[in-house]
C-alpha cells in the first residue's frame, strides 16, 4: 500500500513546531544533541485551497 502512495500528494504542509526538549544523537557519530522542535503534518485548508487555485489558473 505504502509503495501505491508514492508520488501521490496530501493536503497540508511539514511544519517545524515546538515540543518538550529531547536527546538527540547524530546518525554515524557519538554527539547527542538537545532539540526542543519536531516536524508535523498540518492539515493547512487555507493553504489547500490556494494552491488548487493556482493550479486551475491558466497563465497565457
Do not use: A
Amino acid at each position: 500500500m505504502c509503495k501505491d502512495l508514492i508520488g501521490t500528494k496530501f493536503p497540508g504542509s511539514i511544519e517545524k513546531v515546538p515540543c518538550e526538549p529531547y536527546s538527540y544523537t547524530i546518525p554515524n557519530t557519538d554527539k547527542v544533541v538537545e532539540l526542543s522542535y519536531k516536524w508535523d503534518y498540518v492539515d493547512n485548508p487555507e493553504e489547500v485551497m490556494r494552491e488548487q487555485l493556482l493550479d486551475s489558473e491558466v497563465v497565457h
